[in-house]
């Protein structure tokens, strides 16, 4: 079936839908104390899996598009990829604002000193820059480069789940659901890794010309 | 004075239920011909994986729990303000049931406690096994406000009901070589579901077991509880009886206790055994030896209101019992000794 721009109008309608669904949920179950008796841990439950379950669909896309020769659906990426920094971003949000009551330097020190938050971190940051990057404009400013920065994608899809992972006294399920979907979704782009990794260790074979 | 923004849905102290109504409320619905009275199950706001499909139906559960008739105690704080009794039955880490903080609530409702029996053994000069109508009738129970603090860095302060440990070990005599008190929980698959399935049951070995070192044990403060709230535990908090030991981690004040064996060496502790760079025997709260993995220097206290109440707060040393049990370890690192 041939994918017109109504089609893709309509399915980002429903990815609208879907994403302010659950942020109305979150919002209702916060305000009848449907969080349970840690609502702050339950946010942060809630957030954190609704930005790795978005991260995980994100990476669903092409390898879907590819094996249907649905060349359009890639057009919806960016916006499941910008809920995805969505939700990470009000998941970093309860942490800072109702665990640390704002005090930046308190999440500085904890970033720097617990290692499931340093990856939690740099998972975020990534996204963050993606989610800036993710212009129309910016993609045809950077040219090829675009595409080499935004396979930084396939570091935070790692990260991610062992940041939850890191995260849990014991109950490593999910957390390890989590990561074997990952490395799934990355091994449907293995040809494209194995291309990547070898432009990575020739960065670092470079010498400097300047000496 | 209490500068307070009140969220506009917050209800106001005047709304609350009159005390007089709360106590025969009971009778209330009683009368009203409502007999099956429903314990509070927290419906679960979640965005995971399988959370669609696990049908986690909520059905009233049937609330057997009977009241009780305690003292007064010294070891009491009444300044601390009460975690609500809904949430403390409703957050709970009882892995035999589960491990979502939900889970006990819903899986152990129909957990039958009576009969029980716990046997006191091992280096003691007289065995005893004690049923259930021993655990409320051979002992004075008190009542005892006391904060608990979790090794997750979340805290409550909880109404228990009980007696002395140190009045329980007594009456089986301990011998002088006893040098540690080993606790066991029951071990029965079929009827804790988190001991049958290694996934529900957090990957932990069963049955659980915990230790106190002999000291610790007699130490006034070391509770035998077998209520909170004015009456009877609901099992998802250990029924029929479990160890309180304030001072320490959570995961020491192990949950319907089966057996207690007087022994002279440091007995094996459950969550140690997972994890012993995470875990260790003594586990007392110490805000300057953090988790390998978070921070100890600060807990969220699970009061009344909700979310934007919660509040974080320093953690004490000892949990505010140095008072009490700093003696217990002079001369020890806490640091090598966690």
């Known amino acids: ?211 | 004075m209490l500068i307070k923004k009140t969220p506009r849905w917050a209800l106001k102290e005047s709304d609350a239920t009159p005390e007089s109504v709360y106590h025969n409320r009971r009778d209330i619905l009683k009368k009203l011909g409502i007999t099956l009275v429903g314990m509070p199950l927290a419906s679960q706001a979640n965005a995971g994986l399988f959370d669609a499909f696990t049908g986690k139906d909520k059905p009233a559960v049937k609330d057997s729990r009977r009241q009780l008739v305690t003292k007064p105690s010294q070891y009491s704080d009444s300044k601390l303000s009460l975690t609500p009794e809904s949430k403390i039955l409703q957050y709970n880490n009882f892995y035999e049931f589960g491990t979502d903080k939900s889970d006990p609530a819903v899986r152990a409702a129909n957990f039958q406690t009576n009969p029980w029996t716990v046997q006191i053994d091992g280096l003691v000069h007289r065995p005893t096994t004690l049923g259930y109508e021993d655990i409320f009738s051979k002992f004075t129970l008190e009542e005892r406000i006391y904060r608990l603090r979790c090794v997750e860095a979340w805290s409550m302060n909880i109404p228990w009901i009980g007696f002395p440990l140190a009045e329980l070990l007594k009456k089986a005599n301990p011998m002088s070589k006893a040098k540690y008190v080993a606790f066991e929980t029951l071990h029965d698959p079929k009827r804790m579901p988190g001991q049958a399935s290694r996934r529900l049951g957090g990957g932990i070995d069963y049955p659980y077991v915990e230790g106190l070192r002999i000291d610790e044990a007699m130490n006034p403060l070391a509770l035998i509880s077998v209520g909170l709230y004015g009456k009877t535990l609901a099992p998802q908090n250990g029924a029929p009886l479990r160890l309180v030991v304030p001072w320490k981690y959570g995961f020491k004040s192990i949950k319907s206790i089966v057996r207690i064996t007087l022994t002279d060496k440091e007995p094996p502790t459950t969550w140690n055994r997972l994890a012993p760079n995470e875990y260790g025997f003594y586990a007392n709260v110490n805000p300057q030896v953090d988790h390998p993995r978070w921070s100890q220097g600060s807990e969220r206290f699970i009061g009344e209101g909700s979310l934007f109440s919660s509040r974080r707060q320093p953690t004490t040393m000892f949990n505010g019992y140095a008072n009490e049990v700093a003696g217990l370890y002079k001369g020890m690192d806490l640091r090598k000794q966690f």
Not at chain 1, 86 to 114: K, M, N, Q
């Open chain 1, 1 to 211: 079936m041939k994918i017109m721009p109504r089609h893709i109008t309509g399915l980002k309608a429903v990815i609208h839908l879907i994403s302010l669904s659950f942020l109305a949920l979150m919002t209702y179950q916060t305000l009848t104390g449907g969080l349970g008796a840690d609502p702050v841990e339950g946010l942060s439950h809630f957030t954190g899996k609704a930005a790795l379950n978005t991260l995980m669909i994100t990476l669903l896309i092409s390898p879907i598009a590819r094996r249907f020769k649905l060349g359009q659906l890639v057009k919806v990426r960016r916006l499941v990829g910008l809920y995805s920094f969505f939700w990470a971003a009000i998941h970093l949000l309860v942490y800072l604002a109702l665990d640390l009551g704002f005090d930046a330097s308190l999440l500085a020190s904890e970033i720097a000193t617990r290692p499931y938050l340093t990856v939690g971190a740099l998972s975020w940051v990534i996204l963050l820059v993606l989610a800036i990057t993710s212009t129309q404009g910016i993609q045809r400013r950077l040219g090829h480069r675009w595409q080499k920065l935004h396979n930084w994608v396939y570091l935070a899809l790692l990260l991610a789940p062992i940041h939850y992972y890191w995260s849990v006294k014991s109950g490593i399920t999910e957390p390890v659901l989590y990561l074997a979907t990952a490395l799934i979704l990355l091994s449907f782009r293995h040809k494209i890794l194995r291309r990547w990794l070898p432009v990575l260790s020739s960065f670092s074979r470079t010498p400097s010309t300047r000496s």
